[in-house]
């Protein structure tokens, strides 16, 4: 079963040694002001509107496997944690990217390394246990349980590109949950499911339990926190079809 699997997550410290050896990329810039209309009644002074939490996220795509993949699981991704209130940046890096303690790491690799002892079709890790501030999602994988061809991912039409894409945003969203909400075990079906069809990817719109939710939101708002990271199980999605 595969979220039984005890396998160490073997690429983690060469990974950790790459995005640490050079300098940061520039964060996502700042919103613009925004003027309360006249007509709008202000709060009454002396009660703070309701604060959403906010995940702060960074995408790198280590061997650029798939730059079309940013905007469209972005997006995804940020619209299934919009839906559980939880606000979001991202910031595009790349290899040399150092990111803060208030940052997860997104990791985009072509495929599950060679060593890592990750089950079969995995489409992401997370290690398990504790708050990461880095997550492993498997390009080939989702291709497989998509039904597309690894080679044909530098060819695919901008429709299918999306679908790719909006695919890897949800193993992204499953992966986020994982990383900031350890708690949260996988669901029997849905978006934290341990394995995910095609069928699922497919569908218009998915998102999180109302219990899935509440969790992550508490999870973000204690995300920024320090805590312990060391060498963990990996809790990890796998294919389906
Ligand atoms: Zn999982």
Same mark, same amino acid.
């Given at each position: 079963m !595969? $979220?039984?699997? %005890?396998?160490?997550?073997?690429?983690? &410290?060469?990974?950790?040694?790459i995005?640490?050896?050079?300098?940061?990329? *520039?964060?996502a810039?700042d919103? =613009?002001?925004?003027? !309360?209309?006249? %007509?709008? !009644?202000?709060?009454?002074?002396?009660?703070?509107?309701?604060?959403?939490?906010r995940?702060?996220?960074?995408?790198?795509?280590?061997?650029?496997?798939?730059?079309?993949?940013?905007?469209?699981?972005?997006? =995804?991704?940020?619209?299934?944690?919009?839906?559980? &209130?939880?606000?979001?940046?991202?910031?595009?890096?790349?290899?040399?990217?150092?990111?803060g303690e208030?940052?997860?790491?997104?990791?985009?690799?072509? &495929?599950?390394?060679?060593?890592?002892?990750?089950?079969?079709?995995?489409?992401?890790?997370?290690?398990?246990?504790?708050?990461? $501030?880095?997550t492993?999602v498997?390009?080939?994988?989702?291709?497989?349980?998509?039904?597309?061809?690894? %080679?044909?991912?530098?060819?695919?039409?901008?429709?299918?590109?999306?679908?790719?894409?909006?695919?890897?945003?949800?193993?992204?969203?499953?992966?986020i !949950?994982? *990383? @900031?909400?350890? =708690? @949260?075990? $996988?669901?029997?079906?849905?978006?934290?499911?341990?394995r995910?069809? %095609?069928?699922?990817?497919?569908?218009? $719109?998915? &998102?999180?339990?109302?219990?899935?939710?509440?969790a992550?939101?508490?999870? @973000?708002?204690?995300?920024?926190?320090?805590?312990? =990271?060391?060498? *963990?199980?990996?809790?990890? @999605?796998?294919g389906?079809?």
């Amino acid at each position: 079963m !595969v $979220h039984g699997n %005890r396998g160490r997550h073997a690429v983690c &410290g060469a990974l950790f040694a790459i995005l640490l050896a050079i300098g940061r990329a *520039a964060s996502a810039g700042d919103s =613009e002001g925004i003027r !309360v209309p006249l %007509r709008e !009644v202000p709060a009454p002074p002396g009660i703070p509107p309701p604060r959403e939490p906010r995940l702060r996220l960074v995408w790198i795509d280590v061997l650029d496997s798939a730059p079309f993949a940013f905007r469209y699981a972005s997006r =995804e991704a940020s619209a299934i944690l919009a839906d559980a &209130g939880v606000a979001t940046t991202w910031t595009l890096g790349d290899a040399s990217t150092v990111t803060g303690e208030d940052e997860l790491k997104i990791v985009l690799m072509p &495929g599950a390394a060679n060593g890592a002892r990750l089950p079969a079709h995995v489409m992401g890790g997370t290690p398990r246990g504790a708050r990461s $501030h880095t997550t492993w999602v498997y390009l080939s994988n989702v291709l497989w349980a998509l039904g597309v061809a690894d %080679r044909a991912v530098r060819s695919l039409a901008p429709s299918d590109e999306a679908t790719v894409a909006r695919a890897l945003g949800r193993v992204v969203a499953h992966e986020i !949950v994982h *990383a @900031v909400a350890p =708690e @949260v075990p $996988h669901s029997r079906s849905g978006l934290m499911a341990d394995r995910m069809g %095609r069928g699922f990817m497919l569908l218009a $719109h998915v &998102g999180l339990a109302p219990a899935q939710q509440a969790a992550l939101r508490a999870g @973000v708002h204690a995300f920024a926190a320090p805590s312990l =990271e060391g060498a *963990a199980p990996v809790e990890v @999605v796998a294919g389906r079809r």
